[in-house]
């Protein structure tokens, strides 16, 4: 990739590469054959995209389109294997869902284990991938069957009526101060009378 | 619902006639004597109060006595208890039953470690499709968030229990627990008829909760059946301690509450199943009056809800010999003190509810003895003080005592010395005849000896957690009696998770600080005692130990080190170490796996930022409850302008200058989640966080998920 490229750009595509390869570690994909195959097609890619658009003079830099590259590649990659009905069915509003939904299919189908090779290849694709990818979906948690828990009637009894007398009695905070000094009062006589 | 026949055996009437008579009658005795040593030396004041303190402590140890005495002679006489196993055909068809384990900011690995142990062992049985999971995570911690979806996707993968298992995260945790399970109630409660409650830390067999939920479908009066989870895993001395003394003490103390509680059993919060319809139609919990930490919500909501169960006629057992259930304790005395803080909190509410209308008679004793649970540590405080008092002016009036004759038939003759001796004794005995009837029983029974390592280690293995708990007794006085006179005053407590794993232990500074005003009070009190009378300073010598040792005996119990050559020396074994289930075995496994796995990326927030699958999961997630985070973010008053603020200090910063709050915010917001991840892998280098550089390059060609 990048041949021809001065040193400042062998730096940035450096960057650019790692970035890729990075990102397809985080996918999980081990298998350095399908790895170097991967990341060589996003830069190959993204190298055009980077000369078209007047190389360093350019708005994005080499990691900035690597990146979207990669992006791009998995979209198409989940467009065409899943189709239209796919993305009209189960999946969720259509393209705009596609990427978190994909990745969350190549994680319910444990595609690093199981289908590493055929990951962003083209058609044809085994047939199982494809249904299994179809049928992946996640469920957190059954249908709602919504129904109310109220609280029955109970009376407390005369300590929970104390204790509610005493609260409200909030709104006479000097009239609960002298109750409060009143006890302590008590306690300490009763103390002293104990103990003399 | 079945219509096969009852097969628990209603207890009769006369069962706790019997054994609250008993009770009284050693009560009696013990008091009784108190008074006749104050008849004979004279009554003042203090002597009064020191007699009512004594009559509720000593009436209390009866209470504890007893449950002991009958559950023995019950045990010996190979009587079962009141609700038998089902029959085994009992279909379960037609329900199901959903597993409820509540989490707030626990350990995701151990939680889910033990939910895939029970899930393994349940389809063993082959009737797990009757059952499904609920994880009701009340979790706040952004990252444990995270990790918890992550790992939870993860167990449902390897278990191939997607649909099977399920998580829901709760915006708001309003209830705590009760709230949480309520919430599930709510949302899903109609679909099934029995609800089986786990803790964080539990742990049930498959054929236990078979027979759990069979045993509901025969007694259909049953609406609340309670085991008891043995606790397992411990590794610190301390933790060790703990599990050995409810190990071997607890069936025969069990048996003794069974037999006079009935049908008129308690919940324990966990490890229990409940008939869902009855539980929702009447086990909304009351608000109680007043403001916290007495008022307002029911912190320790179990009892009550037993309570309420038992209030609509529903009935309540206890399987004690159900075994299949386990649970894990503290790991050491300062996590076993903020445990009993919030349980103090919670069972000090129950004294509003001992006198509501409609709770059965057995119902306020269990309240009662909840209340009384933590109150009697204060009431000890008192009478100890109140005694030295005693003591005090006796020395300082230099009057010799003139004792009179005794008043109680038997007694005639007998000196005051030997009087006060007889007292100490009969107190004594009753403390420890439950121990000792607990110790014949395991080495009558060949089976169960063996399991605690024989009659040689479990003897000695019993003295030796006597001496522990005698060093702990005081210690745990102290510290009871603070929670219950700052409860009182109006201090309350948070919500924090517990830990369960020994760690590195509780270092020598920790100890000091947390126990140096009980350590300092034995100083003071012992040589207050040794100055007003050397004899009684040795007779309160065990209890002053206690207190001045607190800080030493906390650090050397939190080692794991002590625990394990303890355990290696064949000492406070229990059947679960001699013979580990294999669901325990399991969960052991499964956590060192997934512990010792390596780690593919940086976790919680950052992983659910770049992590390409965790990204995906989390969004999911997040999409399925969406109006529940809406209103979270509705909550935190956020945003479009704020979460791009916040998403780009989090992308050039990184994750360590944005608060909890930030985090969580951008954590709720699916499109923002979903987007930040392109973003972060978008954008060059220089404008990144140096975190985010080296957890790209963190992942390795090899990493797992």
Known sequence: MASGTTTDESDVWAEAYERVESYFGAMRVGNPLVLSRMVSRVLEEAEKRYRAAGGAAGEKTPTELAAEEVDRTLEAWFYELLGDDKIAGNFEEGRSQLPVEGRLALSLIAMPQRWQAQFLDGPPWPEELVQEMRDAY???????????MERRPIELGPVAAAARTWSELDKYRRVKQFILLLLIGLFTWGSYLLLT | MATTNNV????????????FSCVVVLAIVGVVLFADFFWRTGWSPLHRVLWCLYAVLFGYIAF?????????????????????????????????????VPVYNEDPERVFSGVAAVYESLEKTGKGQHFDFFILSDTTDPDKWVEEERTWFRACRNLGALGRIFYRRRERNEGKKAGNVASFCRAWGKRYRYMIV???????????????????????????LQTVPAL???????????????????????????????????????????????????????????KPPLGGQVLSHDFVEAALLRRAGWDVWLAPELGGSYEEGPPDLIEAAKRDRRWCQGNLQHAMLLLAQGFRGLSRIHLANGVLGYVASLLWLLFMLGGFSAVWQRVSSELSIIALPSRVPGMDGVSLQHHGIAIFSLTMGALFLPKILCLVDVILDRDRRRTYGGAVKVALSVILET?????????????????????????????APQKRDAGQGVS?????????????????????AYRVEPLYFYWVLPV????????????????????????????LLTPEETEPPVELLALDNREVVERTAPLAAPGGLASAVLDPYVNALHVTLLRSHKMAFDTEKELHGCTASHLKTITEKLLSEGSGVLTPHERMLLLCDADTMASIHRDVWVRPAAKLAPEWIKAMRGYSRHAQY
């Open chain 2, 198 to 224: 786990f803790d964080a830390d539990s742990v049930m067999s498959g054929e236990t909760l078979v027979e759990m939920v069979k045993r509901m479908e025969v007694n259909p009066r049953c609406g609340l």
């Open chain 2, 508 to 528: 020598w500074g920790v100890a000091f600080l947390s126990f140096m005003v009980p350590m300092l009070l034995g100083l003071v009190w012992s040589v207050l």
């Open chain 1, 138 to 148: 996640l469920i957190a948690g059954p249908e709602f069957q919504i129904a109310k």
């Open chain 2, 64 to 100: 504890g006595c007893m449950h002991a005495v009958f559950g023995f002679f019950r045990l010996r006489a190979g009587r079962r208890a009141w609700i038998s196993p089902a029959p085994p055909e009992t279909p379960l068809d037609g329900f199901s039953t959903a597993v409820l």
């Open chain 2, 544 to 571: 002053l130990i206690g207190l001045i040792l607190a800080p030493a005996v906390c650090v050397i119990t939190s080692r794991t080190s002590w625990g394990q050559r303890f355990r290696r020396a064949g000492f």
């Open chain 2, 467 to 495: 001496l522990f708990s005698a060093l702990l007794a005081p210690v745990l006085m102290w510290l009871h009696s603070c929670f219950v006179v700052s409860t009182l005053f109006g201090k309350g407590v948070g919500w």
């Open chain 2, 232 to 290: 397992a895993l411990a590794e610190t001395l301390f933790g060790r301690m703990f599990q050995f003394a409810a190990r071997l003490y607890g069936p025969v103390f069990l048996a003794g509450l069974d037999y006079w509680q009935g049908a008129n059993g308690n919940y324990w919060g966990h490890n229990a199943i409940i008939r869902v319809a009855p539980f929702m139609e009447h086990c909304e919990l009351p608000v109680l009056p007043g």
């Open chain 2, 8 to 19: 628990a055996r209603m207890a009769p009437p006369w069962t706790k006639q019997l054994f």
